[in-house]
């Protein structure tokens, strides 16, 4: 299966290029006016050194230029070298031969994790692989007598993955098949950061002891710095489930993965899969029918990454679409730059240099700046690197052996698309500019005009530069601003006085059809916990108020969709989509939240067969025009086939108190009351007097001393939480923000080329009327009035269209950040830009003798 679908993969992917290879061949003949390709002769040193001198000489260009393309070649590079992170092997011993195996839905076409079963099964069968192991992700509190209590990720797994890595332990042993076996005494293989962080790297740790959560463990070994197999773990606990303990199908879900035989291929051990995978399905159909294993990398059984060539090549193609249009700009303002060295390239080949030398001349001059664009790029991607992966986000959430940074291959990767864009951006301007109707023109005329001439042409590309970047990229911009802007957690809410963190219970081991069991206990041991951690807080100096919450003011909220009894306003739809919060009684109290109709929870609706409902304002203005809620009765839609669900009452009405993360328009919503336990990974919310953070070792210690088998999140300020739909929205917003920087400098770089170009052309008329007694100031006055009207058209037509598009794309959030400021910014920057161009090439051309360009007149 994976051998056949590698192969159809690769078959695109080379269908793909030879279409791409034909696109460009076709691209490149309509460019160079169907000329063959000349004869190049080899790059000599004085190529390097007349490119060098051009470069100095001409600084705009080579800004311009070489920031579009320092930008440019790491977008071009960045998805064939995420794809080479993510197939990287592990860093151990011959780490190609270490991957994984899963399983394939074929109805769903999704990723399936194998069972207990399915594991067993395959190590007793399969005979490619010299060592097979499983493991299970786990987070736990970890206690000592000498170190801090800290929350630290790790792993259950069999022996043998310490066999896969080839690692041996820096002291004492890894774990071994006696450990796995139920009963056998609790130990714990430590990492090195534990290690330290715990025992201060002592060398009597072995035989002491660690608690992880309620169980206390001895520990047998410490693994060398930098081992945080499988994934980023600190510590390894035997696997002690075994399959005879649930039906065929049932039970935890493991990463599976082993090392390859030496001399078995991946196609080979797929094969053995498949064979083993159709007995399985044979003898087990109603569970494994539809499913197919697969060997897969090992990234992609931990992380869920697969960048294979049938998903990688469609970012590529962007990608160097992206890279192909900052070429096409700096290739513009290249060709401008040699129309003004008409004089030069006439004179060159009247003394006898062939078009051969020309091309390589100027193609060496854009090599040069590609290099040069290519090495300030690669320092800009290491320091970009460099500062995400320094972020706590990056380093709790990455896989160990990722390597982002600027690595070998990063390098030949950015200097090959060095060459391809110098190829772009000077090869084919140079055989334009060098073609047969350049020299016809350089033949007609011996000086101050281009011999390659755009017209129409150029005035439409400039208008269309200016119009994409004031409609466009004032729109990302502001998206992007709009999504850092400071929001409110809620109305009155003080969220600097609070600290929150969640919770979440370890979960006990329940055998098939103990899952109701389990359940119940869990809700029991919650709601002691609370109960507990509620007394305590309560009694601590400091604390002022505390509660506990499904989620937290500033996090998006749940929704759901509901009826109104009587029916909503006639001017809305009779069912509504709002938020949902599940909270305590208490929960407005904690916040200082009075209701302002109707009143709060209480106890009494704990017992209530019908518990009630409070809403918000923003639900009173949605769903009923403003009229008073209190008294009324909604209930939720229930799914087709199932029971209407009960009537419940509306009893107050409160502020609105951040239901919606980003966009305060859509947080009408109602909160239920819970009773402890009730919530099965619950928020808590503490108030307290002073600097929060100062209140978070307590905190800790209260919550550990109570349940040590609660694992809570790192404690953090409530103005600080930030839900997933606010990280989601910034990181697009950082997406937005690097597209609008791309954008800018790739529309200025082409306005400017363009400009420039547009200039030059004109260089011999200037000469002419200098030589004929113009002014300078009506000579410039002429030339700019042309371009500032092309510019002004350009701002006209995009400030339109950005007026009637962008405001009904922007949230009124995100309006709210001046986005009409954005606009006059943006436009007033292409104008200032676009005049800027006009004033080297007006220099140029003023400078010429006016006898020299009386001469030169045919």
């Not at 994790?113 to 067993?120: S, T, V, Y």
């Not at 240099?353 to 040069?372: D, N």
């Not at 970009?384 to 690595?407: H, I, K, Y």
């Not at 107050?652 to 305060?664: E, I, S």
Request: proline content about 5%; some cysteine.
């Amino acid at each position: 299966m994976y051998a056949r679908d590698r192969a159809r993969g690769l078959s695109a992917w080379r269908a793909q290029m030879r279409y791409l290879r034909h696109l460009l061949a076709s691209a490149f003949t309509v460019w160079t006016d169907g000329f063959t390709m000349p004869a190049l002769p080899r790059i000599q040193w004085l190529d390097l050194k007349l490119a060098s001198r051009m470069l100095v000489r001409h600084p705009g260009l080579t800004i311009v230029g070489g920031l579009a393309l320092a930008i440019g070649i790491p977008v071009g590079m960045a998805p064939m070298h995420l794809a080479n992170a993510i197939n990287a092997p592990l860093p151990f011993e011959e780490g190609r031969r270490i991957v994984g195996i899963q399983y394939w839905d074929v109805p769903t076409s999704d990723s399936r994790e194998p069972r207990l079963h399915d594991f067993e099964r395959w190590k007793q069968e399969l005979t490619s692989f010299e060592t097979l192991a499983a493991a299970r992700t786990r987070s736990e509190n970890v206690i000592s007598d000498t170190g801090p209590v800290e929350v630290a990720r790790g792993s259950e797994m069999t022996a043998s993955a310490f066999a896969v890595t080839r690692v041996q332990p820096v002291l004492g042993r890894t774990l071994a098949e006696a450990d796995e076996l139920k009963g056998a005494p609790p130990v714990v293989v430590i990492g090195h950061d534990l290690w330290q962080t715990q025992f201060a790297g002592a060398s009597d740790v072995l035989g002491r002891t660690l608690k992880f959560g309620r169980m206390t463990r001895t520990i047998v070994g410490v693994m060398p710095s930098g081992f945080r197999f499988p994934y980023r773990d600190k510590f390894w606990v035997p696997l002690q489930e075994r399959a005879i303990d649930y039906e065929v199908g049932r039970g935890p879900t493991l990463w599976v993965f082993g090392r390859l035989r030496d001399g078995v291929s991946w196609e080979a051990a797929q094969a053995e899969l498949t064979t083993v995978g159709h007995r399985i399905a044979a003898d087990h159909p109603g569970t494994h029918e539809r499913l197919r294993p697969e060997v897969l990398a090992y990234a992609h059984v931990v992380t869920g990454l697969r960048a294979t060539a049938d998903r990688v090549f469609p970012m590529v193609a962007v990608s160097l679409l992206m890279l192909a249009v900052a070429c096409g700009n700096v290739g513009t303002l290249l060709l401008a730059r040699t129309a003004g060295r008409s004089n030069e390239i006439a004179v060159r080949n009247a003394l006898g240099a062939g078009r051969g030398r020309i091309v390589m001349q100027l193609f060496v001059e854009s090599l040069v700046l590609a290099m040069l664009a290519a090495g300030a790029g690669l320092v800009l991607a290491e320091f970009t690197v460099s500062r995400l992966q320094s972020l706590q986000l990056f380093e709790a959430n990455m896989p160990f052996w990722f390597d982002l940074g600027v690595t070998p291959a990063a390098v030949a990767i950015a200097f090959g698309l060095a060459v391809f864009s110098a190829v772009i951006a000077g090869l084919l301007p140079a055989l334009k500019a060098t073609g047969k109707r350049a020299y016809q023109t350089l033949q007609r005329q011996t000086g101050g005009g281009s011999g390659v001439r755009f017209g129409a042409t150029a005035t439409v590309l400039i208008v269309v530069e200016v119009a994409i970047a004031v409609g466009g990229l004032s729109g990302v911009a502001s998206v992007a601003r709009g999504a850092f802007k400071a929001r409110p957690i809620g109305e009155g809410i003080a969220a600097d006085e609070y600290l929150a963190s969640r919770f979440r219970l370890t979960p006990i081991a329940a055998a098939d059809g103990a899952a109701d069991q389990q359940r119940v206990e869990s809700a029991r041991r919650l709601a002691v916990f609370e109960e507990e951690v509620t007394r305590r807080l309560l009694s601590e100096p400091g604390v002022r108020a505390m509660t506990f919450a499904a989620v937290l003011p500033g996090m998006d909220h749940d929704t759901a969709r509901i009826e109104i009894d009587g029916g909503a306003s006639p001017s809305v739809s009779p069912t509504q989509v709002v938020r949902v919060a599940s909270v305590n009684p208490g929960f407005f109290e904690a916040l200082g939240q009075h209701v302002l109709a109707g009143r709060d929870f209480d106890a009494r609706d704990l017992r209530a067969g019908e518990r009630p409902v409070v809403v918000n304002r923003s639900f009173v203005e949605k769903a009923l025009d403003g009229r008073n809620p209190v008294g009324q009765r909604i209930r939720f839609v229930a799914a087709p086939g199932q029971p209407a669900q009960p009537w419940r009452p509306i009893i107050g009405v409160v502020n609105d108190l951040g239901m919606h993360a980003v966009d305060p328009r859509k947080g009408a919503g109602i909160y239920q009351v819970v009773a402890p336990g009730e919530i099965s990974s619950p928020h808590l919310l503490v108030r307290v007097a002073g600097d929060p953070a100062a209140f978070v070792p307590r905190l800790r210690a209260i919550v550990t001393d109570v349940e040590p088998s609660i694992v809570m999140s790192s404690p953090v300020a409530l103005k600080d939480v930030f839900s997933e739909m606010v990280i989601q929205a910034q990181l697009t917003a950082i997406i937005f923000a690097l597209v609008a920087v791309i954008g800018v400098v790739l529309s200025s770089a082409g306005l400017y080329a363009l400009m420039a170009f547009s200039v030059a052309q004109r260089t011999r008329e200037i000469a002419i009327r200098s030589a004929l007694g113009a002014a300078p100031a009506r000579i410039v006055s002429a030339v700019v009035k042309r371009a500032f009207l092309q510019l002004i058209a350009g701002v006209v037509i995009g400030t339109g269209l950005a007026l009637l598009i962008v405001p009904e794309v922007l949230d009124d959030s995100i309006q709210a950040v001046n986005w009409r400021l954005m606009l006059a910014g943006v436009s007033t920057a292409m104008l200032m830009i676009g005049l800027l161009a006009c004033v080297v090439p007006m220099r140029r051309a003023l400078r010429i003798e006016p006898v020299q360009a009386l001469k030169e007149v045919n």
